[in-house]
């Protein structure tokens, strides 16, 4: 079995992205591992989702997966020498109700991993709290947008889309204030979603 006890789990992401692409399984990272990759470590996950946009059978997956050690356990697949799980979410990759047709590569010591583009990870985590007003979600939004502050518009006219023009004001709210007051920790980006949560209440 392949030993992953001291591999990162950007690493990680990476070994398994390049094995599968050997396989002809080529993934694209999505998910809370990529929040963590463009809030640079200020979100942490022990999660790694990719979507399998080959298309190809789950027999196949299962296969390449047990080949560096990954044996399905329920929804994800696992590896007794570290705690991190992989899971692959169905297909399409969507953000809302928009179709994602372009990605890019985050770069590694142990290569390159095919990753959303960063204004679709913000989309993404705006998606779960539009649908489910899932706070945790607005809060990696904020995460990733406060080191993109030019996917602002864009992120705006996504809002619009998605029937949350009300969302604007308060993502415009919260970038300015969190790059007023510097704030660089999952703490203090929770502590400001909440504050002004109650204010538009």
Same mark, same amino acid.
């Not at 399409?92 to 010591?109: C, L, R, Y």
């Given at each position: 079995?392949?030993?992953?006890?001291?591999?990162? +789990?950007?690493?990680?992401?990476?070994?398994?992205?390049? *094995?599968?692409?050997?396989?002809?399984?080529?993934?694209?990272?999505?998910?809370?591992?990529?929040?963590?990759?463009?809030?640079?470590?200020?979100?942490?996950?022990?999660?790694?989702?990719?979507?399998?946009?080959?298309? =190809?059978?789950?027999?196949?997956? *299962?296969?390449?997966?047990?080949?560096?050690?990954?044996?399905? =356990?329920?929804?994800?697949?696992?590896?007794?020498?570290?705690?991190?799980?992989?899971?692959?979410?169905?297909?399409? +990759?969507?953000?809302?109700?928009?179709?994602?047709?372009?990605?890019?590569?985050? *770069?590694?010591?142990?290569?390159?991993?095919?990753?959303?583009?960063?204004?679709?990870? +913000?989309?993404?985590?705006?998606?779960?709290?539009? *649908?489910?007003?899932?706070?945790?979600?607005?809060?990696?939004?904020?995460?990733?947008?406060?080191?993109?502050?030019?996917?602002?518009?864009?992120?705006?006219?996504?809002?619009?889309?998605?029937?949350?023009?009300?969302?604007?004001?308060?993502?415009?709210?919260?970038?300015?204030?969190?790059?007023? =007051?510097? +704030?660089?920790?999952?703490?203090?980006?929770?502590?400001?979603?909440?504050?002004?949560?109650? =204010?538009?209440?």
């Amino acid at each position: 079995m392949s030993d992953f006890s001291n591999k990162s +789990i950007v690493e990680l992401a990476a070994i398994v992205a390049n *094995h599968l692409k050997r396989r002809e399984i080529r993934v694209v990272l999505v998910g809370g591992l990529a929040v963590e990759i463009y809030s640079e470590n200020i979100y942490l996950t022990n999660d790694i989702d990719m979507i399998d946009v080959s298309y =190809q059978k789950p027999a196949d997956l *299962h296969k390449a997966m047990a080949e560096i050690g990954f044996a399905k =356990q329920g929804r994800v697949f696992v590896n007794e020498t570290t705690d991190i799980t992989v899971e692959f979410p169905s297909p399409p +990759i969507t953000v809302g109700d928009e179709a994602v047709t372009e990605t890019t590569v985050a *770069h590694s010591p142990a290569g390159e991993i095919p990753i959303l583009k960063a204004a679709d990870v +913000i989309k993404d985590r705006l998606a779960a709290y539009f *649908h489910w007003k899932d706070k945790p979600s607005l809060v990696q939004a904020l995460a990733v947008l406060i080191k993109f502050p030019e996917e602002l518009p864009g992120i705006e006219s996504f809002c619009r889309n998605e029937g949350s023009p009300e969302t604007i004001a308060l993502v415009r709210q919260m970038l300015a204030v969190a790059t007023e =007051q510097k +704030i660089t920790s999952m703490a203090g980006f929770e502590k400001l979603v909440v504050e002004l949560s109650l =204010q538009e209440l």
